[in-house]
Nanobody, 118 residues
């Protein structure tokens, strides 16, 4: 499975942005998809997750109500839509694929930078 993120950039606080993650290889029902982020000097943290088949989503409390994860199965692409961005959302955002069988996050993209200016 290969994952490629795009859509990062610089945005003002309160603004919106959408990240994309194009998946290739064996995805589908064997994997759930998610987003993580890593801010400078901090550990990588979970942001959101979506099941490919059911579309059931799960969010970190810090982004609930401001971020939306979605997927387009026909395009094999997962999205992360940001609303009401805050400077503390500044981070490198990573797309990842989680094995449904083991629960481990097996595949990662290269990351895309999101910078929110105050």
């Amino acid at each position: 499975v290969q994952l490629a993120e795009s859509g990062g950039g610089l945005v003002q606080a309160g603004g919106s942005l959408r990240l994309s993650c194009a998946a290739s290889g064996r995805t589908g029902s064997s994997y759930a998809m998610g987003w993580f982020r890593q801010a400078p000097g901090k550990e990588r943290e979970f942001v959101a997750r979506i099941a490919w088949n059911s579309g059931i989503t799960y969010y970190a409390n810090s982004v609930k109500g401001r971020f939306t994860i979605s997927r387009d199965s026909a395009k094999n692409t997962v999205y992360l839509q940001f609303y009401s961005l805050k400077p503390e959302d500044t981070a490198v955002y990573y797309c990842a694929a989680q094995s449904v069988a083991s629960g481990t996050w097996d595949y990662w993209g290269q990351g895309t930078q999101v910078t929110v200016s105050s």
